[in-house]
């Protein structure tokens, strides 16, 4: 059943929609879109909140986590008294204060190979905000299977990578085709790499104004390259890459 706009959200939506880009059909877009998000940490929790207060119709989160101390510094949508709770419940609870109109999915659980597909084919956009390469490559190739968007996330200390992946479009690489090899996941390791909590905002704040984009169909997206920043020295830059002979997306 298609959501629809009434008055009362037309003021809430009122500063996106006389958008040119947006306008009510894109809006009607927007609340009529399935996003999910895997993994809410510090990527996760801006894309949850932007996207929520968006008005995305149906956003579905998954994690298996519990809130704990260190997480607060960046992880922006908990608080000190939400410690030992699960993160996908806290998070639940306060998307509905955001914005009553979004419907949210909870999986409390981690994304596995047994599980993904029951999940995957609910949403048109996948967003990741895991920090493992094992996720980033299980969401990879069921995106490509399901023919999802995937947009994928990357941090460590100073620097970030955005990846953008229509696999409607059978010509562009995926996530495979640029990591010739599964990298260690001890670069994403925030605990020993560490991390300052604005480089996860600016690389979730990417993630979600790429759904958005997509959603609207509007822009250029980064099918086929990279965007790598440095934000200690302020550097932002996009690289292109092609597809990988016998790469998984080849098939
Ligand atoms: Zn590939």
Avoid: W
């Avoid at 999910?36 to 298996?64: H, K, M, N």
């Avoid at 609870?93 to 029951?118: A, H, S």
């Avoid at 390791?189 to 759904?211: F, K, R, T, W």
């Avoid at 790598?228 to 016998?246: A, H, P, Y």
Wanted: aromatic share 8%; charged share 25%; with cysteine.
């Amino acid at each position: 059943m298609k959501k629809k706009l009434n008055k009362k959200n037309l003021e809430r939506y009122s500063r996106q929609i006389i958008l040119k880009d947006v306008g009510i059909i894109g809006q009607k877009a927007i609340i009529n879109s399935k996003v999910l998000i895997v993994g809410v940490g510090g990527l996760g929790c801006p894309v949850a909140d932007y996207l929520c207060r968006s008005g995305v119709g149906t956003i579905g989160i998954v994690d298996f986590d519990k809130i704990n101390l260190s997480n607060i510094q960046r992880q922006t949508l908990y608080e000190t008294k939400d410690i030992n709770k699960f993160k996908v419940d806290v998070l639940k609870k306060k998307m509905n204060l955001i914005n009553p109109l979004t419907k949210v999915i909870k999986y409390n659980k981690k994304i596995t190979e047994k599980n993904i597909n029951k999940i995957l084919k609910k949403f048109d956009i996948i967003v990741d905000g895991s920090d493992n390469f094992k996720t980033k490559f299980l969401l990879n190739t069921f995106s490509i299977k399901y023919k999802k968007v995937l947009i994928v996330g990357a941090i460590s200390k100073f620097d970030g990578h955005v990846f953008t992946f229509n696999f409607n479009n059978k010509k562009v690489p995926c996530l495979k085709c640029f990591y010739q090899l599964e990298p260690s996941d001890e670069i994403l390791n925030c605990d020993q790499e560490g991390i300052l909590g604005p480089v996860a905002g600016i690389v979730g704040n990417i993630q979600s104004n790429e759904v958005l984009k997509k959603i609207l169909n509007i822009g250029k997206d980064l099918s086929g390259s990279i965007l790598i920043i440095n934000l200690k020295n302020l550097k932002f830059r996009k690289v292109s890459f092609n597809k990988k002979k016998n790469c998984i997306c080849k098939r």
